[in-house]
């Protein structure tokens, strides 16, 4: 058993000297048991590959840096749909918990994955929360996933606004997918911190189900009925995708107020199948790389 962890740290650790090219295709094998056709994209999860290596805009940085982002996003829809945030530390000993409210969330800017929810300050082991949020900030989230955007994103720990709603359940996670600019599906996630484990659920924007999931999270026993601000998320999630190949953008909506979550570029850094795998190719469908697939881009 020791043997096989300390291969596994070693393979590990040369591939990590893989450049991007090698790295990616590596892993999307892994996932599909074929490697990705990078000439001709065909489904989802290969064009979001493709994107991964060859669309590098500069903006995207700042997309995904959980801080920078809410001022990117404020630019463009408001800062009403922004979730407050209470404070920002380049080092998890410098966390103010006095200045902090009684309730609040702690994340990395640049990680994934790894949040502290404080819903009463009085119980919170803060030793804990600061050994949790070193983990994060040590985590090369770029090195795990290659996902370029995260490379330069400056690790800090922020602070922010615990939603909650009044009956005191958890809020949904809408995600919505938007391909070429245009909002196509939503992924609806519930029950991410407890015990009976994630939920989700694909819906197109009529708010019919999608006979989709993906491994490891089920559908729920009973499916979320259509949100009564869905229209408002979709306009605003059309706004911050226009101009875009793909984008996923997350909102929340607690007590009938909409807040921004967070902008995904490769859901599941497009290494997770879906059941059936036939939706892969319905969604690569939907998305339109053409006018990136330059001689030059090959």
């Not at 090195?143 to 922010?160: C, G, H």
């Not at 939603?163 to 519930?190: M, Q, S, W």
């Not at 795998?277 to 697939?293: H, M, P, R, S, V």
């Amino acid at each position: 058993m020791q043997q096989d962890k300390f291969v596994k740290r070693i393979l590990y650790r040369i591939l990590q000297l893989a450049p991007d090219s090698i790295y990616v295709r590596l892993k999307y094998r892994k996932a599909f048991g074929q490697w990705p056709d990078l000439k001709n994209p065909r489904t989802f999860n290969e064009k979001l590959t493709w994107l991964k290596l060859k669309d590098h805009n500069p903006l995207y940085t700042r997309m995904v840096d959980k801080y920078e982002a809410k001022r990117y996003v404020a630019d463009i829809i408001g800062d009403e749909y922004i979730v407050p945030t209470y404070g920002i530390w380049d080092r998890a000993e410098d966390i103010d918990f006095d200045s902090l409210p009684d309730k609040f969330v702690l994340k990395a800017t640049h990680d994934s994955g790894r949040v502290i929810i404080c819903r009463d300050k009085s119980a919170l082991d803060k030793k804990n929360a600061i050994r949790e949020m070193r983990k994060s900030l040590r985590r090369n989230f770029y090195a795990v996933t290659r996902e370029w955007p995260y490379k330069n994103v400056k690790p800090r720990i922020i602070a922010e606004k615990l939603l909650e709603v009044t009956d005191g359940g958890e809020i949904a996670d809408y995600k919505v997918h938007d391909f070429n600019g245009v909002p196509k599906v939503i992924l609806v996630c519930r029950d991410r911190f407890r015990e009976t484990g994630l939920t989700e659920d694909f819906f197109d924007t009529e708010w019919k189900h999608l006979s989709v999931r993906r491994p490891g999270h089920p559908n729920a026993p009973v499916l979320e009925d259509k949100p009564a601000k869905l229209s408002k998320m979709l306009e605003l999630s059309e706004k911050l995708s226009k101009g875009y190949p793909f984008m996923r953008t997350d909102f929340y909506c607690v007590d009938g107020k909409v807040y921004f979550g967070e902008i995904t570029l490769y859901p599941a850094s497009a290494s997770v199948p879906f059941i059936p795998q036939t939706f892969d190719e319905l969604f690569g469908a939907e998305l339109n790389i053409t006018n990136f697939l330059t001689k030059d881009n090959l």
